[in-house]
């Protein structure tokens, strides 16, 4: 009934006497319903909105996907991280007086020590408990050091440090060989020593060796190594070496595409000798790159050489964007390094992140993940690994004594 007198009410004309003057005549007189239309849906839900996806930043984008993803690389990337807080409050400790730092100064050095910002110190130190430890000193003051364990394998380490001195001094002759004009500034070693095995006073024992080094202090305090003699045994890359026993494996390690049309009707085989031509000779990254011009082949074939050989220096055959980025001068690389290493998938592989990756070289790795030919420096961060994540001591352990001759926990 109620419906029926509104559809009468809205059929029925409006009497003259009830019409509003309208100052206006040519425009027309809009009515104007007396009931609300607030219950009707216009809008669609948030609930039924279709979501968009959130695009992926350089920081947090993968660089690899399906199907060439290699798990087994990308999960050492994973444990890098993971060991961040171990590895650098290590590393901040050992130079300490004493090995000691204060714990509310701790917790003022995130970026220092790798943990995250905002959280407590105390609670990445309760991770490692065989390595860190708290104490109260005289001062009423907790005190953050290393524990007994530690303290020997700190020692240990020394002694592989000392053992493989030759070796370290070797390969930062090398470096400089490979540098322009021969010179790198010793800040640049001193910040990538834990990629090659070096010293921490390393800075020092340069000294030690007048006839390889040369410590040079420029106008504004900055102290750049230079090489004093070139040795010829040394300019000899590991793709050099590796072509006397596997010829064929070193050919198809690069590859450089000619350029060509379909009209010329080449097969697979016919394509793969024709990049092979373009491809060899390699350029030895012992010679003076930065002489090439930029962007030839033969500047980047010997810029592709020189991060294959400083990837083959390092103590796991890898680099992170931050160590490359450091030797951009010395070795004549561009801004589209990230590029030329992702065009040659059959040597080089790239993991993590757009903007934080890190190179492998693949051949170093077995389908494992597990690095083929271990640097002492390298069977002693496993073994540290495996201590810094224990939680109480295991079964088969009568000291830490036993565990610091290097016994496997049991499992």
């Not at 060796?209 to 300019?235: C, I, M, Q, S, T």
Request: hydrophobic share 35%; glycine share 4%.
């Amino acid at each position: 009934m109620a419906l029926w007198r509104l559809a009468h009410i809205l059929r029925t004309p409006i009497s003259s006497s009830s019409k509003t003057q309208n100052p206006n005549p040519n425009h027309t007189l809009l009515f104007t319903s007396p009931f609300s239309t607030s219950f009707l849906i216009t809008k669609t839900p948030h609930k039924f909105k279709k979501r968009r996806k959130k695009q992926d930043s350089p920081r947090t984008k993968p660089v690899q996907t399906q199907p060439n993803l290699l798990p087994h690389l990308e999960r050492i990337v994973t444990r890098d991280a993971h060991f961040r807080f171990l590895t650098k409050t290590k590393d901040y400790l050992s130079k300490q007086p004493h090995r000691v730092l204060r714990l509310d100064d701790a917790g003022k050095l995130h970026r220092e020590l790798g943990f995250p910002r905002g959280r407590k110190v105390s609670k990445s130190l309760q991770r490692h408990p065989f390595i860190f430890e708290t104490y109260r000193h005289d001062d009423n003051r907790l005190w953050i050091g290393f524990t007994e364990l530690m303290e020997e394998l700190m020692e240990e380490e020394k002694a592989v440090m000392e053992a493989m001195e030759a070796d370290r001094v070797n390969k930062v002759r090398k470096l400089l060989m490979m540098s322009a004009n021969k010179r790198i500034p010793l800040s640049k070693i001193y910040h990538c020593r834990l990629l090659f095995g070096i010293s921490e006073d390393f800075r020092d024992r340069v000294a030690k060796y007048p006839d390889y080094f040369r410590v040079v202090v420029e106008e504004d305090g900055k102290r750049v190594l230079e090489l004093v003699k070139w040795d010829p045994l040394l300019a000899v890359s590991s793709l050099e070496r590796e072509f006397v026993v596997d010829e064929d494996k070193v050919k198809k390690a690069f590859r450089f595409p000619v350029k060509h049309g379909k009209e010329l009707g080449l097969d697979e085989e016919d394509s793969r000798k024709l990049n092979l031509l373009n491809s060899l000779p390699l350029v030895s990254p012992y010679s003076d790159g930065s002489r090439l011009d930029l962007w030839t082949l033969e500047a980047e074939k010997y810029r592709v050489g020189v991060l294959h050989e400083f990837l083959s220096l390092t103590l796991e055959k890898r680099a992170s964007i931050h160590h490359i980025v450091e030797f951009k001068e010395e070795f004549s690389l561009t801004k589209h390094t990230y590029q030329m290493l992702f065009k040659q998938p059959r040597t080089f592989y790239l993991a993590g992140t757009e903007m934080n990756w890190v190179v492998f070289l693949k051949d170093a790795y077995d389908q494992n993940g597990v690095l083929i030919d271990k640097d002492p420096q390298v069977e002693f961060n496993e073994k540290l690994y495996k201590y810094a994540e224990m939680q109480e001591m295991e079964p088969g352990y009568a000291s830490s004594q036993e565990l610091i001759r290097g016994n496997t926990p049991c499992q």
